[in-house]
């Protein structure tokens, strides 16, 4: 965002007699956006200007000054674009940015993904939007690999009965047949490993390097198993709003919701942050307390998506449910964190 984006909250934030942010202020403000986004999806002008503040610019990639109310064509846009608000970052009390992604399934690429940033205000006790930044991302489609996937089941990895119930593996035991980087890499980096059936990263090398399918999925039911070493921790990701190449194409991540898996009891931000714990949608919902088990042993973790709705099982019990927006498919992405974690067991069930 630019600048000059944030002179409205600096302003603000000098002038106003600052309130402390809680964690109730956290929630109110992605409440707040989910409510003003859904009255420009619906046209609904009234509500969009409930949540703007009387002075509110919007700006665009490349920081041209566009306007931000219920005319300024963004319904058309808007009405086919998912939205997931990341992080809400508090510069005080009574002042706030918020890092957001974005996708619409119709755009093609390049211009389906990007991130749309909010600066949030506080007027008379309610959180208002006083500006907004777009910028587009790389597409996860235009980083798509033209290789073969892992077949159905290979080697007999699945029983009769996960057959019959529409399961396919994703992972061989053996090799990475249907994982690639996210430039499309086929070869294995070297910060993985397969070894004794699973997959797994290798602790101390630079993080960032993520492994991702070969194909998208909309709605799935995802099963897999994961172990954690002391203070490590990881994810598995779904509904890639956007990937993150680094300079020179070596490695990348992705920007998508992201099922936490984490030594509950030694990784910091665990520690900090009950929405990063195990189980969790990272940053955005935590999960329900005592399911993860201690480091070095196996657990079982399901992620299910459905048009409207996702769930995130871990060891048989339903830790975290959270609405949709608007569906649309993206690969699933395994997170390199510089820290050793393994995975087995993954397999995919499309609905």
Same mark, same amino acid.
């Given at each position: 965002?630019?600048?000059?984006?944030?002179?409205?909250?600096?302003?603000? #934030?000098?002038?106003?007699?600052?309130?402390?942010?809680?964690?109730?202020?956290?929630?109110? /403000?992605?409440?707040?956006?989910?409510?003003?986004?859904?009255?420009?999806?619906?046209?609904?002008?009234?509500?969009?200007?409930?949540?703007? &503040?009387?002075?509110?610019?919007?700006?665009?990639? &490349?920081?041209?000054?566009?306007?931000? =109310?219920?005319?300024?064509?963004?319904?058309?846009?808007?009405?086919?674009?998912?939205?997931?608000?990341?992080?809400?970052?508090?510069?005080? =009390?009574?002042?706030?940015?918020?890092?957001?992604?974005?996708?619409?399934?119709?755009?093609?690429?390049?211009?389906?993904?990007?991130?749309?940033?909010? =600066?949030?205000?506080?007027?008379?006790?309610?959180?208002?939007?006083?500006?907004?930044?777009?910028?587009?991302?790389?597409?996860?489609?235009?980083? %798509?690999?033209?290789?073969?996937?892992?077949?159905?089941?290979?080697?007999?990895?699945?029983?009769?009965?996960?057959?019959?119930?529409?399961?396919?593996?994703?992972?061989? =035991?053996?090799?990475?047949?249907?994982?690639?980087?996210?430039?499309?890499?086929?070869?294995?980096?070297?910060?993985?490993?397969?070894?004794?059936?699973?997959? #797994?990263?290798?602790? #101390?090398?630079?993080?960032?390097? &993520?492994?991702?399918?070969?194909?998208?999925?909309?709605?799935?039911?995802?099963?897999?198993?994961?172990?954690?070493?002391?203070?490590?921790?990881?994810?598995?990701?779904?509904?890639?709003?956007?990937?993150?190449?680094?300079?020179?194409?070596?490695?990348?991540?992705?920007?998508?919701?992201?099922?936490?898996? &984490?030594?509950?009891?030694?990784?910091?931000?665990?520690?900090?942050?009950?929405?990063?714990?195990?189980?969790?949608?990272?940053?955005?919902?935590?999960?329900?307390?005592?399911?993860?088990?201690?480091?070095?042993?196996?657990?079982?973790?399901? /992620?299910?998506?459905?048009?409207?709705?996702?769930?995130?099982?871990?060891? #048989?019990?339903?830790? %975290?449910?959270?609405?949709?927006? /608007?569906?649309?498919?993206?690969?699933?992405?395994?997170?390199?964190?510089?820290?050793?974690?393994?995975?087995?067991?993954?397999? /995919?069930?499309?609905?």
């Amino acid at each position: 965002m630019p600048v000059r984006a944030f002179a409205p909250l600096l302003f603000c #934030g000098l002038t106003a007699l600052a309130q402390v942010p809680s964690v109730a202020d956290d929630a109110e /403000i992605r409440r707040v956006v989910a409510s003003y986004l859904a009255a420009v999806r619906s046209g609904d002008d009234a509500a969009a200007m409930q949540h703007l &503040a009387p002075r509110r610019t919007r700006y665009s990639p &490349a920081g041209t000054t566009l306007g931000l =109310g219920p005319s300024a064509g963004m319904t058309a846009r808007f009405r086919d674009t998912s939205f997931f608000m990341r992080h809400v970052h508090f510069l005080n =009390g009574d002042a706030a940015s918020t890092i957001g992604l974005w996708r619409n399934a119709k755009a093609k690429p390049p211009f389906d993904a990007g991130s749309l940033d909010f =600066g949030m205000v506080r007027i008379e006790g309610a959180w208002k939007i006083a500006n907004a930044h777009e910028s587009y991302l790389h597409s996860p489609e235009a980083t %798509a690999p033209t290789v073969s996937e892992a077949s159905v089941n290979p080697d007999g990895i699945l029983t009769a009965e996960e057959q019959a119930a529409g399961w396919q593996a994703l992972f061989d =035991g053996r090799t990475n047949a249907g994982w690639v980087t996210m430039t499309g890499g086929t070869e294995l980096p070297d910060c993985w490993r397969i070894v004794e059936g699973t997959l #797994g990263t290798v602790s #101390g090398r630079p993080p960032n390097t &993520a492994l991702r399918t070969a194909r998208g999925y909309t709605s799935f039911e995802l099963s897999f198993e994961w172990q954690a070493a002391a203070k490590a921790n990881s994810g598995v990701k779904y509904r890639l709003y956007g990937t993150e190449i680094w300079a020179g194409g070596r490695g990348g991540d992705a920007g998508g919701f992201e099922y936490q898996v &984490a030594d509950d009891e030694g990784d910091p931000g665990a520690k900090r942050d009950p929405r990063q714990r195990s189980g969790s949608l990272y940053g955005v919902v935590a999960a329900a307390p005592g399911a993860a088990k201690p480091p070095g042993e196996w657990n079982e973790s399901r /992620i299910v998506v459905t048009d409207e709705r996702a769930e995130h099982w871990l060891n #048989g019990v339903k830790v %975290a449910e959270f609405a949709i927006d /608007i569906p649309f498919a993206s690969p699933i992405v395994l997170q390199h964190h510089s820290s050793e974690v393994r995975f087995r067991r993954l397999k /995919i069930r499309p609905r």
